[in-house]
């Protein structure tokens, strides 16, 4: 008898032997009829792998393998799966400091781009700038790992390196290599201008940004802040929970935004606020993101703001983390979200009502500029 038979009947007899439980598995989990020959071809894969492989096999390698294909096969940059290593490095971002060299990055088109650069970190001093494309990392080009998982690489133990491939408009692709360092998420900052308008800055969206909007923005409306400049620029977003506190108050009573998932579930988020306290200018760039575009988009949509800058990112998807059995977890795209009047910005951006680009060798910041103008026309 051939090898090709033996191997055939060996699946076989596998398939075989499993259909039954198979069948009794996906009864249990809701499985519909035609996904138990899916299944029964998975674990025949499984088991004719763990019994005739000739090196070892690592059963828990295996699974995470399979799992971490079903996602890429989405075909989703924002979907990825997680291994406990990953898992506990997004955590403990999204809670506040990290080993890491202080940038924020934007996945489009297959491409992976630098959307801001925090100040007082390792990227700042290496001299790196929004807008600068990371083609590899430590060597292995951007195009060998799913899109988030490129941000989890880059992360690492403070005090070790990590060699970046920047490509620059303009310029021959160069080598930076940067130590890791402690990133402190202080995520905004604010300060009086002239005429009585305030400026606040959000960086990011994360756990404790909330708490910081309202401390900076009572700090200045005790400085007599009579309207409020809102610079969302390079802010790649993040926690929504963190943008509602944000927009409570900001926003008019009434809707932030709108998470529709794939069954049609609606959750709609809302503002308390039972009126505008005085006038509101908003920043937006190309580099504007996600929660950050949630913001912008209610503030647009209920008339609340001026919109003034450049058009945004375009990142309306909802992701959430699903912790799993062994300190892993799934990062998975589930539903998009649509402003107060409906706009779904996925793939699209928000165009401001006052377009001002801003050069790249401008000498000073002409969109800041036009934005107090703007707010001043308010007052």
Same mark, same amino acid.
């Given at each position: 008898?051939?090898?090709?038979?033996?191997?055939?009947?060996?699946?076989? /007899?596998?398939?075989?032997?499993? *259909?039954?439980?198979?069948?009794?598995?996906?009864?249990?989990?809701?499985?519909?009829?035609?996904?138990?020959?899916?299944?029964?071809?998975?674990?025949?894969?499984?088991?004719?792998?763990?019994?005739?492989?000739?090196?070892?096999?690592?059963?828990?390698?295996?699974?995470?393998?399979?799992?971490?294909?079903?996602?890429?096969?989405?075909?989703?940059?924002?979907? *990825?799966?997680?291994?406990?290593?990953?898992?506990?490095?997004?955590?403990?971002?999204?809670?506040?400091?990290?080993?890491?060299?202080?940038?924020?990055?934007?996945?489009?088109?297959?491409?992976?781009?630098?959307?801001?650069?925090?100040?007082?970190?390792?990227?700042?001093?290496?001299?790196?700038?929004?807008?600068?494309?990371?083609?590899?990392?430590?060597?292995?080009?951007?195009?060998?790992?799913?899109?988030?998982?490129?941000?989890? +690489?880059?992360?690492?133990?403070?005090?070790?390196?990590?060699?970046?491939?920047?490509?620059?408009?303009?310029?021959?692709?160069?080598?930076?290599?940067?130590?890791?360092?402690?990133?402190?998420?202080?995520?905004?900052?604010?300060?009086?201008? /002239?005429?009585?308008?305030?400026? *606040?800055?959000?960086?990011?969206?994360?756990?404790?940004?909330?708490?910081?909007?309202?401390?900076?923005?009572?700090?200045?409306?005790?400085?007599?802040?009579?309207?409020?400049?809102?610079?969302?620029?390079?802010?790649?977003?993040?926690?929504?929970?963190?943008?509602?506190?944000?927009?409570? +108050?900001?926003?008019?009573?009434?809707?932030?935004?709108?998470?529709?998932?794939?069954?049609?579930?609606?959750?709609?988020?809302?503002?308390?606020?039972?009126?505008?306290?005085?006038?509101?200018?908003?920043?937006?760039?190309?580099?504007?993101?996600?929660?950050?575009?949630?913001?912008?988009?209610?503030?647009?949509?209920?008339?609340?703001?001026?919109?003034?800058?450049?058009?945004?990112?375009?990142?309306?998807?909802?992701?959430?983390?699903?912790?799993? +059995?062994?300190?892993?977890?799934?990062?998975?795209?589930?539903?998009?979200?649509?402003?107060?009047?409906?706009?779904?910005?996925?793939?699209?951006?928000?165009?401001?009502?006052?377009?001002?680009?801003?050069?790249?060798?401008?000498?000073?910041?002409?969109?800041?500029?036009?934005?107090?103008?703007?707010?001043?026309?308010?007052?």
């Amino acid at each position: 008898m051939s090898k090709k038979k033996i191997i055939a009947g060996c699946l076989a /007899a596998f398939l075989a032997g499993g *259909i039954a439980a198979v069948g009794g598995i996906c009864y249990l989990v809701g499985f519909r009829a035609e996904h138990i020959g899916d299944l029964a071809r998975f674990l025949g894969a499984r088991r004719f792998i763990e019994s005739r492989y000739v090196g070892d096999v690592d059963d828990e390698k295996l699974m995470d393998g399979a799992i971490s294909g079903m996602v890429q096969a989405l075909g989703d940059p924002h979907s *990825i799966y997680l291994d406990p290593e990953m898992y506990g490095q997004l955590m403990s971002q999204t809670e506040g400091s990290f080993g890491g060299i202080g940038v924020y990055m934007g996945f489009k088109d297959g491409s992976v781009s630098i959307i801001s650069v925090m100040e007082g970190t390792p990227g700042e001093s290496a001299g790196l700038r929004a807008g600068d494309e990371i083609v590899a990392v430590d060597g292995t080009p951007v195009t060998e790992y799913q899109p988030e998982e490129v941000a989890m +690489h880059i992360r690492g133990e403070v005090g070790t390196d990590v060699t970046l491939t920047i490509r620059r408009a303009g310029e021959e692709d160069k080598d930076y290599t940067l130590t890791r360092g402690s990133i402190e998420m202080k995520t905004v900052a604010g300060k009086m201008l /002239a005429d009585g308008m305030g400026y *606040i800055r959000i960086g990011t969206f994360s756990e404790h940004t909330g708490r910081e909007f309202a401390s900076a923005l009572q700090e200045l409306e005790g400085q007599g802040m009579q309207g409020l400049i809102l610079d969302l620029r390079e802010n790649p977003g993040g926690l929504i929970k963190s943008c509602v506190e944000v927009a409570d +108050h900001v926003v008019p009573k009434g809707t932030v935004v709108s998470v529709i998932e794939k069954n049609g579930k609606k959750e709609t988020y809302e503002s308390d606020l039972a009126e505008s306290k005085y006038p509101i200018v908003v920043l937006i760039d190309g580099n504007s993101a996600s929660a950050a575009e949630i913001l912008a988009g209610a503030l647009q949509d209920t008339g609340a703001a001026t919109l003034v800058g450049t058009k945004s990112y375009g990142k309306g998807s909802v992701q959430v983390v699903v912790p799993m +059995h062994h300190d892993d977890a799934l990062k998975l795209t589930i539903a998009k979200y649509y402003t107060p009047s409906g706009r779904c910005i996925d793939g699209i951006g928000i165009e401001p009502d006052v377009e001002v680009a801003l050069p790249q060798d401008a000498t000073s910041d002409v969109q800041l500029e036009k934005a107090e103008e703007v707010l001043r026309g308010k007052l």
